[in-house]
């Protein structure tokens, strides 16, 4: 008999489950087929952010925002290759855009908004026009800003209010109180208060 060896009890393992894996690949049905490029197809048909409205956005937010449009479809395609329903943890959207960032730049509404392709673009492209104003026009640095950010760059070259970037977003300052102010009370004078003595 031939004995069995702990190197051939793995190569017998491991062809059992990549035989087992050939087998439940191919139990996928025509209709799970059907469903998924259909579900592909409304999607596709229902969503306004068709390739060429996408395309009618981004050439228009460029020309808005005064940066290159070769310079926002690196940046869409680069950090979600032109889904607008892209994810991926606290970045939403065409340009992956954080909510907090989309805040400074004057956006109100809830973090799920920013898939809608427009609203990621409106704020998303403001945001990179910064990124670009910091980086002196240099497009491959002002994609290195976008994606890391560059309020203290922008900070360092005196640039935040043309930014857009807030400073008093990034200040501990307390807020204006809504409180009713006190009544000015005159100034104690100096009174002497005699030593407590022991007796």
Not at 98 to 104: E, G, L, Y
Not at 162 to 174: I, V, W
């Amino acid at each position: 008999m031939c004995e069995e060896t702990p190197l051939s009890s793995l190569r017998n393992l491991l062809t059992a489950i990549a035989l087992c894996s050939l087998g439940l690949s191919a139990c996928t049905t025509t209709e799970n087929k059907l469903t998924q490029s259909g579900a592909t197809q409304k999607a596709e048909a229902s969503a306004p952010e068709t390739k060429s409205g996408v395309d009618a956005l981004i050439a228009g937010y460029a020309a808005s925002y005064k940066v290159p449009e070769a310079l926002v479809r690196r940046v869409v395609a680069r950090e979600s290759r032109f889904n607008p329903s892209a994810r991926n943890g606290a970045l939403w959207g065409l340009m992956q855009i954080r909510h907090d960032t989309a805040r400074v730049m004057g956006y109100s509404g809830p973090a799920r908004g920013l898939l809608d392709a427009e609203t990621n673009l409106k704020y998303g492209v403001k945001y990179l026009a910064g990124a670009y104003l910091v980086a002196g026009g240099n497009e491959a640095q002002a994609v290195r800003l976008y994606s890391r950010g560059y309020y203290y760059d922008a900070k360092r070259k005196g640039l935040l209010e043309e930014t857009g970037l807030k400073p008093q977003a990034f200040t501990a300052e307390p807020p204006m109180s809504a409180a009713i102010p006190l009544p000015m009370q005159a100034p104690r004078e100096n009174i002497s208060v005699p030593a407590a003595t022991n007796q």
